[in-house]
C-alpha cells in the first residue's frame, strides 16, 4: 500500500513538470502593425474606369457583351478579394451584366476592382447569390460617382483640376502657363475661386467656372495662400 501511495505521489509530480512549464510559456507576442501603405497619384475618374473595365471583361465569357454600371467612385483603401489576403489601392465597385454560354444574360453582378499606379491590382466579379463581396462593398462607404468627374481641363489658365472633398484639387500644371509662373502647383486644393466656395461642386463644374473667367482669377487654397492667375489670349 505504501509502495503505490509512494508511486502516485512520483506520478502526480512527473506529471507536474511539463504542466507548469505549459502554463509558464509567454504568450505569443503581437503581430507587429503593417506600415501604411504608400498611394500613387490619385487617378483621372476616366482611366480609373478604363482600365477597371479591361480586368473585369478578361473574368467573361462574353467580354463583349458586358454593360457597366459605376454609382460609386473610388477611395484609397484595403479590400479583401481572395485568400490571398486583403489589398490595397483606389477602391471601387460597380455592376457588370453579360452573356452566358448559352447567350443570355445572366444579370448584374457585383464587382470590385483596386487600381493604383495606373496598374490594376485585383479585379473581382460577384460569383453566386453566397457572395460576401456585396457586403465588402457596402462597408467601404465609397463616394457617390457624380463627385468623381473626370480631370477636366481649364481653358486659358494652363492647368487642370480634379474631384476632392474640398473643393478641386490641381491636378496637372502645364509647363510655363500663367498658372506655373503664379506658383500653382499639382496637389494644391482650392477651396475658393473669386469668392466662391467649390466644395461639393465636382471637377466638371469647377472646370467650367474656371474656364468662363474672364480677366484674372482668384484662386483661395487649404492652407489660406491666395494665388492670383491671367487669363492667356490664348487657351493653354
Not at 133 to 151: E, F, I, Q, V, Y
Amino acid at each position: 500500500m505504501t509502495f503505490m501511495k509512494l508511486s502516485a505521489r512520483r506520478w502526480t509530480s512527473a506529471c507536474a513538470i511539463p504542466l507548469a512549464a505549459l502554463i509558464a510559456v509567454p504568450a505569443e507576442a503581437k503581430k507587429a502593425p503593417e506600415p501604411p501603405h504608400q498611394y500613387g497619384p490619385a487617378p483621372d475618374w476616366d482611366r480609373y474606369r478604363e482600365l477597371g473595365e479591361q480586368a473585369i471583361r478578361a473574368k467573361l465569357l462574353d467580354p463583349e457583351s458586358a454593360r457597366f454600371e459605376w454609382p460609386s467612385g473610388y477611395k484609397a483603401d484595403g479590400l479583401k478579394t481572395s485568400l490571398a489576403g486583403k489589398r490595397f489601392g483606389y477602391v471601387s465597385c460597380g455592376y457588370v451584366n453579360a452573356r452566358n454560354g448559352f447567350g443570355g444574360y445572366v444579370g448584374r453582378r457585383q464587382f470590385a476592382v483596386i487600381i493604383d499606379n495606373d496598374s490594376v491590382i485585383d479585379a473581382v466579379v460577384e460569383q453566386s447569390e453566397w457572395s460576401t463581396l456585396p457586403d465588402a462593398c457596402k462597408r467601404l462607404g465609397l463616394p457617390p460617382a457624380s463627385t468623381m468627374a473626370a480631370t477636366a481641363k481649364s481653358s486659358g489658365f494652363g492647368f487642370s483640376v480634379a474631384a476632392h472633398a474640398d473643393g478641386a484639387e490641381v491636378a496637372e500644371v502645364r509647363p510655363g502657363s500663367r498658372a506655373e509662373v503664379a506658383g500653382l502647383k499639382s496637389g494644391m486644393v482650392i477651396i475658393q475661386m473669386n469668392g466662391v466656395a467649390l466644395q461639393g461642386l465636382g471637377a466638371s463644374v469647377v472646370s467650367q467656372l474656371i474656364g468662363a473667367a474672364t480677366g484674372t482669377v482668384q484662386l483661395i487654397l487649404t492652407d489660406g495662400r491666395v494665388i492670383e492667375i491671367a487669363k492667356a489670349d490664348t487657351p493653354s
